[in-house]
Structures are given as C-alpha cells and as structure tokens.
C-alpha cells in the first residue's frame, strides 16, 4: 500500500515561456513518511568503529570517550552494539550485543587508551565483521567510523570494504576529527557505502558529542528502507543533474535504465524528515499548451511491516506560454534550495582548480562564493571563503581547516537546524 510515503513534486517554475531552444528547469522531489509509521520504530544494530592511534591522546580521547558513552546511553535494549578500536592493529573492544546493559558497555568504551599508528581498513573490516552477527529483517545497520589522521597503505582495501558495505546495506558515517585526515577517502567511503562524511573540529568538544548523539538519533528515526527514486520522462526531458538537498546536501549519481527511465537510489527515509531531491531537467521546446514531462515513482520497503516493493507516483505537469505575463513566478522555496546548492556546487569547483593550479579561477570562484553566502545571512562561511580566496592571492596553500569547512559545511546549508 501505498499510504507510507506522501510524495510531492513542485517545479520552481509550473508555467513557462515558449523558446525555440531547450531551457533548464527544477524539480523538487520530497519523500515524506506519513503518519501511518509514527508508531513504527526499528531496532538498530550499530558498530563504533573508533581510532585509537597515538594522535588521539589527552582531550580528543576523553572527548571520544564520552561521544561514544553519549551514543550508548540513547541505544535501548532492543538495539544491537558493538564497538571496534583501531590503530596500526584491531581490538574489538565490546563485541556484538544487546544494550541491555550499557554499563558494561561504557565500561569497555572507557579502557581505551592512545597508541599506534592509522590503519583505518582494519577497524572497517573487523566492525563489518561484528555488523554481520546482527543483521537481520527489520534492523537498521549503521557503522559510525572516526579518525584523526591519515591511513598508509590501504585507500584502496578501504574503498573496496565500502562498497561491501554498501552491498550489504550499511551506511558507513565517516567522521574526520581535526584536519590532518584524507577528506577525499572518507567521502569516498560515504559514497560507496550509501552514509554521509562529515568534519568534527578539533578544539569543540561539544561537537563530536552532539555528531554521535544526532548520528544515534537518525538511525533511530529511519522507518524507510531501500528507498529508490525512479523518473519516466518523455522524449526531450534530460535529466542534468540530481542533487539530494535533506537532509544534506549530496550529488548522487543516476542510472538510465532506459532512454527514458532513469534510477537514482535514496536508500532510508527518516520519521518526520524524509528526502528532498532537487533534479535539474532540460526541456525540449514546446508548444503552447500544458504538458505531462515525467511520472516521479519513489519504491521502498518497510521491514517493521513486512512490506516490500511498495511504490507511489506523482506526475511532472508543466505548461507553456506565449504571453510573458502568463509565466509563472518561480516558487522562493525551491529557488532558495537551488541559490544553496549552486554555493555548494561553486566551492567544490573553486578547491578543485586550486588543486589543479589554476589559482585565478579558484579565487574568483571562492569570492563568488563569499557572495552567495553573505547574502544567505551565512557570515561566518563567506569569511572563510575570503580568507581562503586571499591566501590563494598572496601566494600560498589553501588551509586544511579552511578547506574542510567549506567542504561540509557548504552541504549542510539546506538543514533547518542550527549547525554547530
């Protein structure tokens, strides 16, 4: 049945004007559980997967400490945990089990001491390992992996347990504490595996604590799973881009199952919150006259229900005038997503020609940005795009903690939420 899901398309444009070339439209896509899984609530079966080396020691360690403390004491007994520490080697600190007694838990979490070097594939390996005694219909299975520093040696092993990960339908949360961690791998492990990266800075201890405990939450609040976006578009629709936009912002890649149909995987829907998509759809010219462009189709299932291949559909109705006072005004809400996502869009392509040399286009891209973000009230962001623009002037490197800012905190323009 198809009442879990309310789905909703909303165009930034429902009228528009005849041209005799194409013209770029937006989609807004949302997916939204209904009131009809409120009383749903699946058990998590949820792996720490935690660095240990030496670089963690003194306050990142005890901060560590009671991040991973916070998020055991929000598991309830029906939740499944286990925690790995890892550095240049592997321990499981507390192997696969109920949280019926999370002192015991804690317990374990708080023997953990600083020593060694990196070796993130070990730690992903051994909390797969752990994951797979847990899994089962109607869990949710979450990995949250941090580190500080860099891993020698096994990028690839770790890309390859990702997509494993992914595979085997668990998001891996891929956490960088500090700034001396590969941004490039941890988005990397992200992708694969379906989860999201995201920077913790070093020096906020509130931050870390708030990472986990939001991490535990979300998990909790998944009702959705496998959830997957279908678009059927007439001859002339191409789809450009599609941009997940809630809960952070996240390009995702599409698969054309046909000339017409195109795949993009959603993976979990969370209680209250769901997904936005924002499609960015080339349109044929068109005659006067309103047309039907796409059929939006969201498939999923719902495990705590038994439910499985459920699907709900919404049509992409435009229209199409002559008569200029007859276009439609763009909807603010859906501008104003895509004014977020153009900001995130042109950051990434300014650290991308920095790091291919080409310093003039970077700084002019970074001062756009800075334009963009002073006029979404985004001060402290468009200051660090400044700061970065003018070291790039001045002759020098782009900052790690400049660039890793900019990096996730430019995808997380879309949360209502205020972001530490």
Not at 223 to 238: C, E, F, H, M, N
Not at 242 to 249: F, L, Q
Request: net charge negative; charged share 25%.
């Amino acid at each position: 049945m198809p009442d879990e899901v309310k789905l909703t398309v909303r165009p930034h444009m429902s009228t528009l004007p005849v041209t005799d070339s194409p013209q770029l439209t937006y989609l807004m896509i949302e997916a939204l559980p209904t009131e009809a899984l409120a009383a749903v609530q699946m058990p998590l079966n949820f792996c720490l997967v935690l660095d240990h080396s030496g670089s963690m020691s003194g306050e990142k360690l005890d901060n560590l400490k009671a991040a991973a403390r916070l998020a055991i004491e929000h598991m309830s007994p029906q939740d499944i945990a286990s925690v790995v520490i890892f550095d240049d080697t592997v321990k499981v600190a507390a192997p696969s089990q109920s949280v019926t007694d999370p002192a015991t838990l804690i317990a374990q979490v708080d023997r953990m001491r600083a020593e060694g070097g990196t070796k993130i594939s070990k730690g992903m390996q051994q909390g797969l390992e752990e994951l797979a005694k847990g899994v089962e219909a109607g869990r949710v299975n979450r990995m949250l992996l941090l580190t500080d520093g860099e891993t020698y040696g096994d990028q690839d092993l770790c890309r390859k347990l990702a997509d494993q990960a992914g595979r085997a339908n668990v998001p891996i949360t891929a956490l960088g504490l500090g700034e001396d961690w590969n941004e490039a791998l941890l988005d990397a492990i992200a992708e694969a595996s379906g989860g999201t990266a995201d920077f913790v800075p070093d020096g906020e201890p509130e931050a870390i604590l708030k990472t986990f405990e939001h991490e535990v939450r979300t998990a909790q609040a998944t009702v959705i799973q496998d959830a997957t976006l279908l678009l059927r578009l007439v001859p002339g629709a191409i789809p450009r881009a599609v941009w997940r936009v809630s809960p952070m912002i996240t390009k995702l890649g599409h698969r054309a199952l046909s000339e017409r149909d195109v795949q993009v995987p959603l993976g979990d829907l969370e209680r209250e919150q769901g997904q936005s998509v924002l499609v960015e759809l080339m349109v044929a010219p068109h005659r006067p006259g309103r047309y039907r462009l796409a059929q939006a189709e969201i498939g999923y299932a719902v495990a705590a229900l038994g439910l499985e291949d459920e699907k709900v559909r919404a049509d992409v109705v435009l229209s199409f005038t002559q008569d200029p006072a007859a276009v439609s005004e763009a909807d603010p809400e859906v501008l104003n997503i895509v004014e977020k996502v153009t900001a995130h869009k042109l950051q990434t392509r300014a650290l991308d020609e920095a790091a291919a040399g080409n310093i003039a286009g970077a700084t002019q891209k970074l001062r756009a940005v800075a334009t963009r973000l002073l006029n979404m009230g985004e001060e402290d962001l468009a200051q660090t795009a400044l700061a970065e623009a003018q070291r790039l002037e001045e002759g020098e490197q782009l900052s790690s903690h400049g660039t890793k800012k900019l990096r996730y905190e430019t995808r997380k323009l879309t949360q209502r939420e205020e972001r530490s």
